[in-house]
């Protein structure tokens, strides 16, 4: 069987100009403009966006609302490095670091929220160390 590989996600927001701002500058995605709306890249991958006065169909805006989302990005360092960037953007930590199990093994992860309240994990698989 052929394996099909994951092209993007959805998450859905309530506000655009916040969401933009966070996606952009505390998680570094490039902004994409569609016509409706936009998406949010980081090189290959891709989160789409369902957001307020959005038309199209299908959407995921019901049954998951803004918030309703749970999201883990690798981190390109040691954790201890996004743990300075969450606070040098005033994102607080609701857990971590500790270690967790992603795609690679086991990693050190910090958790936090997005201006929605979606669950956001930075996992790092460098040699840092965990709870």
């Not at 933009?20 to 569609?34: H, I, P, S, T, W």
């Not at 998951?64 to 969450?86: K, N, Q, T």
């Not at 857990?95 to 086991?106: C, H, N």
Request: proline share 9%; aromatic share 10%.
């Amino acid at each position: 069987m052929k394996k099909p590989k994951l092209d993007h996600c959805v998450i859905t927001v309530s506000e655009w100009e916040r969401s933009n701002r966070f996606y952009c500058e505390v998680m570094g995605a490039e902004l994409v403009v569609f016509p409706h709306g936009w998406a949010y890249r980081f090189g290959d991958e891709q989160l789409n966006v369902h957001g307020p006065s959005q038309p199209g169909a299908p959407n995921a805006r019901l049954p998951v609302p803004a918030g309703g989302s749970d999201l883990c990005f690798e981190w390109p360092g040691a954790i201890e490095e996004a743990v300075a960037h969450l606070q040098h953007h005033g994102v607080p930590i609701e857990v971590g670091p500790a270690t967790r199990t992603g795609v690679k093994g086991k990693g050190s992860s910090v958790y936090f929220r997005d201006p929605d309240g979606s669950l956001m994990e930075f996992i790092s698989y460098g040699c840092s160390p965990a709870e």
